[in-house]
């Protein structure tokens, strides 16, 4: 098979753990500072030398009994990410992950490594009694920041996983895996099933299926790929329509991209004219206009003649984000309320969730988005609108709203935020820090986010949007 010519989509995963016994008394401890591997590593080669007590510096001489499972893909999984020979391991070897989850359930001061699989109980999709997952320092600082705080909660976790705050070392993808893109109803319907009742049977074979949001992805994708489904009675009439519409978004998309390039091209010229500096990302770079009512979610409101409330993204979410590629969005006649998701940024697979700045009504949405959602960066507050909603509670929730002399005072505080953030995910004395944040002068960049994987879009989603009705 041409390796070139290989299609492949992710439907499960392999991955390993180390865990603990939930009753260790330095679980408080073990939870705010966690293990690096660095420190891991030393306490499997050297036992004798290791307790609990040294490895958090509390002066308690608590042994630490490591309990080995005689597994091939476990044991390879833990040697590269602890980055040790195997000749070198010491511990309790047992025959199967039965006694070792069991050695470790009976066992206070006991830790070792298995599948995550092993350690759920199928009835309920929690974690068995007495065991817990060992937290990892993953960047080494000596504690559990809080894009690392994915172990309280098994959902969380697998989530974390997908996203890349867990280290890569110790999972491995599973994939389908053709000689070229599925194109036929059969193929694709199988997918479909791979990706949804079929990952039930993951996890009785030793695997971790996918959170709903990836599968959601993958199956959105699948929607908006064609489809083909051989008729021989219609092959023709359909080929006939086939082109027809081809050859109507050719002119159509001529039509478009002509309309966009005069648009941005009066942009381009308004933004030389206002801001020589059109790199830096801060207060005089975002577009604050009179008359619109601003969400601390980073939306706006403003209210029709007829009632009818538009509503839209703000410019300093778009600064923040970059190019928009894609974007999910509800349809006429759906309800929604002040707070709950209404629609979904996307850039390249990574994405935002936005909340509703209203409650309503959807009366009309911004078709312009679903073709060329970049509209929202070229035009947030004009061609870029999202949603034009019937309002169901206006009187009271544009209490909660801010005018645009009141909102640029919180961005202050939003910018002030940012740059701690950015700080925080990314060291500030690494050379990346500098290349992927600042620009000459010590400002931030533009389009700050678009450098930086989905874990950091994550922890911007959970700092700076899911937290907006709490500001």
């Given at each position: 098979?041409?390796a070139h010519?290989?299609?492949q989509v992710v439907?499960?995963?392999d991955v390993i753990?180390p865990?603990?016994n939930?009753?260790n008394?330095?679980?408080d401890?073990?939870?705010?500072?966690?293990i690096s591997?660095?420190t891991f590593a030393?306490?499997?080669?050297?036992?004798?030398r290791?307790?609990w007590?040294?490895?958090?510096?509390n002066?308690?001489?608590?042994?630490?009994?490591?309990?080995m499972?005689?597994?091939e893909?476990i044991?390879?999984?833990?040697?590269n990410?602890?980055?040790?020979?195997?000749?070198?391991i010491?511990g309790?070897?047992l025959e199967?992950?039965q006694e070792m989850?069991?050695?470790?359930q009976?066992?206070p001061y006991a830790?070792?490594f298995c599948?995550i699989?092993d350690i759920?109980?199928l009835?309920?999709q929690?974690?068995?009694?007495?065991?817990?997952?060992?937290p990892?320092d993953k960047n080494?600082?000596?504690?559990i920041?809080?894009?690392e705080?994915?172990?309280n909660?098994?959902?969380?976790?697998?989530?974390?996983?997908?996203?890349?705050?867990y280290p890569?070392?110790l999972c491995?993808n599973i994939?389908?895996?053709?000689s070229s893109?599925?194109?036929?109803e059969t193929?694709?319907?199988?997918?479909?099933?791979v990706?949804?009742d079929g990952?039930?049977?993951?996890?009785?074979?030793g695997?971790?299926?996918?959170?709903?949001?990836?599968r959601?992805?993958?199956?959105d994708?699948?929607?908006?790929?064609k489809?083909?489904?051989?008729?021989?009675n219609?092959r023709?009439a359909?080929?006939?329509i086939i082109?027809?519409i081809?050859?109507?978004?050719?002119?159509l998309?001529?039509?478009?991209r002509?309309?966009?390039?005069n648009r941005r091209?009066?942009?381009?010229?308004v933004?030389?004219?206002?801001?020589?500096s059109s790199?830096a990302?801060n207060?005089n770079?975002?577009e604050?206009?009179?008359?619109?009512?601003?969400?601390?979610?980073?939306?706006?409101?403003f209210?029709?003649k007829?009632?009818?409330?538009?509503?839209g993204?703000?410019?300093?979410?778009?600064?923040?984000t970059g190019?928009?590629t894609r974007?999910?969005?509800?349809?006429?006649?759906d309800?929604i309320?002040k707070?709950?998701q209404?629609?979904t940024?996307?850039q390249?697979g990574k994405?935002?969730n936005i909340?509703?700045?209203i409650s309503g009504?959807i009366?009309?949405?911004n078709e312009?988005?679903?073709?060329d959602?970049?509209?929202?960066n070229?035009?947030p507050?004009a061609?870029g609108w999202?949603?034009?909603?019937?309002?169901s509670?206006?009187?009271?929730?544009?209490?909660f709203?801010?005018?645009?002399?009141?909102y640029?005072?919180?961005?202050?505080?939003e910018?002030?935020r940012l740059?701690?953030?950015i700080?925080v995910?990314v060291?500030?004395d690494?050379p990346?820090y500098?290349n992927?944040v600042l620009?000459?002068?010590?400002?931030?960049?533009?389009?700050i986010l678009?450098?930086?994987?989905?874990?950091?879009?994550e922890?911007f989603q959970?700092h700076f949007?899911?937290t907006?009705?709490?500001r």
């Open positions: 098979m041409d010519s290989i299609w439907v499960g995963r753990v865990v603990i939930s009753n008394p330095l679980l401890q073990i939870n705010e500072q966690g591997a660095e030393q306490l499997i080669i050297n036992p004798d290791h307790d007590g040294t490895l958090f510096n002066g308690q001489d608590v042994p630490v009994h490591y309990y499972v005689n597994d893909s044991k390879s999984g833990m040697l990410f602890l980055k040790i020979d195997q000749t070198a010491h309790n070897m199967n992950k989850i069991s050695a470790i009976n066992d830790v070792g599948k699989t759920i109980d009835t309920d929690n974690i068995v009694d007495n065991i817990q997952l060992l990892i080494g600082n000596g504690r920041d809080y894009f705080d994915i172990y909660d098994l959902h969380a976790f697998i989530r974390g996983v997908w996203i890349g705050k890569k070392a491995s994939y389908t895996v053709t893109k599925p194109v036929n193929e694709v319907t199988f997918l479909k099933w990706l949804t990952q039930k049977y993951l996890i009785s074979n695997y971790t299926d996918l959170v709903f949001g990836e959601q992805m993958k199956l994708k699948l929607r908006n790929d489809i083909f489904v051989e008729n021989s219609e023709f359909t080929q006939k082109l027809f081809v050859i109507g978004i050719v002119v998309g001529f039509i478009i002509g309309v966009i390039r091209q009066k942009k381009e010229a933004l030389n004219n206002i801001s020589p790199s990302f207060e770079s975002v604050i206009p009179n008359g619109l009512y601003f969400d601390k979610s980073h939306t706006w409101a209210m029709e007829d009632g009818i409330v538009k509503v993204i703000d410019d300093f979410l778009q600064h923040a190019p928009i974007t999910i969005m509800k349809n006429p006649g309800k309320k707070g709950e209404i629609m940024l996307v390249n994405h935002l909340c509703a700045p009504i009366k009309d949405i312009i988005l679903v073709t959602p970049s509209m929202i070229f035009s507050y061609e999202v949603y034009m909603i019937e309002p509670n206006w009187i009271r929730e544009v209490d709203l801010k005018m645009a002399g009141s640029k005072q919180w961005l202050l505080n910018f002030s740059k701690d953030f700080a995910s060291k500030s690494s990346a500098a992927l620009q000459e002068g010590g400002e931030l960049k533009d389009n678009q450098n930086f994987g989905p874990e950091l879009w922890d959970k949007i899911d907006s009705q709490l």
